[in-house]
């Protein structure tokens, strides 16, 4: 699986929007990117994920570079409840053998 | 409805025991997981069962063994515990209808081991 660079922390203004940025210039063709975030002290939580186009769903935004070598997570109207651990991860979609490879994360603090 | 549940959520014994921990979820799915938290924060997958099958065994040591008594339940049993065990251990579930694009995460169990 391909590796992902991801700041360490960021801090966003309540209200404001928070672009998380990861880097994955390693990723195949065939490698999906997906966020989870984990808030402190809970499990994991799925966020969204994509290929190569654009998605949106009702918690987030994903923006993948033309190359596929980085992508952008944002959290459109970011809330304190939104302060958590922001994992990007590349692997392939499907197959139960396929493991979520968790790096450190971003540490996204959003401040009132 | 609790989807992926773990018990107990909390729970402290002394070097050398053994213990257990139980997952179960309600969503139908047919791929269950063992990750590991250390103190470091750092996520690791340890176990996969896919239809009560072993699947995903990552380097763990021998004395974790992972038992999957049908599709809904994943438990980890633990012999002879040492301090380095003390972490949070999620369950985590995915497959169904939606394929395994989510996985879906238990609350954990914070284990410690004095």
């Known amino acids: 699986d391909a590796k992902t660079t991801q700041p360490t922390s960021m801090d966003c203004a309540e209200g404001r929007a928070a672009n998380l940025p990861c880097n994955h210039s390693?990723?195949?063709?065939?490698?999906?990117v997906y966020w989870y975030r984990q808030i402190h002290s809970q499990g994991p939580q799925y966020i969204i994920h994509g290929l190569k186009n654009n998605e949106t769903n009702e918690m987030a935004s994903l923006i993948i570079t033309e190359d596929r070598k980085s992508s952008t997570l944002i959290l459109p109207h970011a809330t304190l409840r939104d302060t958590a651990v922001y994992y990007c991860?590349?692997?392939?979609?499907?197959?139960?053998?396929?493991?979520?490879?968790f790096g450190t994360g971003t540490l996204l603090a959003v401040q009132p | 409805d609790t989807a992926v549940s773990q018990t107990p959520k909390y729970l402290v014994t002394q070097m050398g025991n053994d213990k257990s921990i139980k997952c179960e979820q309600n969503l139908g799915h047919d791929t269950m997981y063992w990750y590991k938290q250390d103190s470091k924060k750092f996520l690791k997958i340890m176990f996969s069962?896919?239809?009560?099958?072993?699947?995903i065994n990552e380097t763990v040591p021998n004395r974790f063994s992972p038992k999957s008594p049908d599709k809904a339940h994943l438990n980890l049993h633990i012999n002879s515990l040492e301090l380095g065990d003390s972490a949070v251990y999620f369950c985590?579930?995915?497959?169904?209808?939606?394929?395994?694009?989510?996985?879906?995460f238990g609350p954990g169990t914070r284990l410690t081991v004095l």
């Open positions: 390693t990723i195949s063709g065939n490698e999906y």
């Open positions: 991860i590349v692997r392939r979609a499907l197959g139960a053998t396929n493991k979520l490879i």
């Open positions: 985590a579930s995915t497959g169904g209808g939606r394929g395994f694009d989510e996985q879906f």
């Open positions: 069962y896919n239809n009560k099958e072993l699947i």
